[in-house]
């Protein structure tokens, strides 16, 4: 068993859809959960950051962390093209373990 | 703006060859890690240091090898590349304790091995 599933996608939705993203994971012991965004021939870049359970917004950005079901999900309000990427939950201390991303498509 | 730089981006390089993917940081960071990226699947640890003359082997065994001499200044070398070294590699660092705030990624070197 992986240690992070992330559901694999594509997904592709409408420009102003809300996008949802979600990670399950095995180890009780994460502290830092994270969500990275990846565009085509880059490297990842930090999204979203937060420790331990709770939620977090930033702008059209929500993370949510569920340390009971260990469960964490990202969404995205008003979808625009320019989140067309594909998006990477980690999780874990100094040493991240990632999720294989989701890709996700807004159409104009 | 990267803060962390990654040379070459791209490589195409034949069977047997020694290699050397750069990487630099200008943050200070204590913390750096290389990460190996395939299409459609997750990054794998494949090497880590916290600090100067501290290396480690990641989760993900690899035949590469890396130093760490300098604090910015974190190489990792293939001394005799095959087509199974065909990949993305990612270099990333961190602060740590209350400074720590996930990991600032370079854009990668993407490796072909022919």
């Known amino acids: 068993q992986k240690e992070v599933e992330q559901d694999p996608g594509p997904l592709s939705v409408p420009e102003g859809a809300i996008v949802s993203l979600n990670c399950t994971y095995s180890?009780?012991?994460?502290?830092?959960f994270m969500w990275y965004r990846q565009y085509s021939r880059k490297g990842p870049e930090l999204l979203m950051y937060?420790?331990?359970?709770g939620n977090k917004e930033d702008g059209r950005f929500t993370a949510q962390v569920d340390k009971s079901s260990k469960y964490i999900s990202l969404f995205i309000r008003d979808s625009q093209p320019s989140d067309s990427a594909t998006y990477l939950c980690?999780?874990?201390?100094?040493?991240?373990?990632f999720g294989a991303g989701t890709t996700v498509t807004v159409r104009a | 703006e990267a803060d962390i730089y990654q040379t070459p981006r791209y490589l195409v390089i034949g069977t047997g060859k020694k290699i050397t993917l750069e990487c630099s940081q200008t943050?200070?960071?204590?913390?750096m890690y290389w990460y190996q990226q395939d299409p459609g699947m997750e990054l794998h640890l494949i090497h880590y240091s916290y600090g100067v003359n501290s290396t480690e082997k990641g989760d993900l065994s690899s035949e590469s090898t890396v130093s760490r001499i300098r604090t910015e200044h974190f190489p990792l070398t293939l001394e005799s590349a095959r087509p199974s070294h065909t990949s993305q590699y990612l270099c990333?660092?961190?602060?740590?304790?209350?400074?720590?705030?996930?990991?600032?990624f370079g854009s990668g070197t993407r490796l072909t091995v022919v």
């Open positions: 990333a660092s961190s602060g740590q304790g209350a400074s720590y705030y996930g990991y600032t």
């Open positions: 980690a999780m874990g201390d100094y040493k991240l373990s």
């Open positions: 943050m200070g960071h204590d913390k």
């Open positions: 937060t420790y331990s359970s």
């Open positions: 180890n009780s012991a994460f502290q830092y």
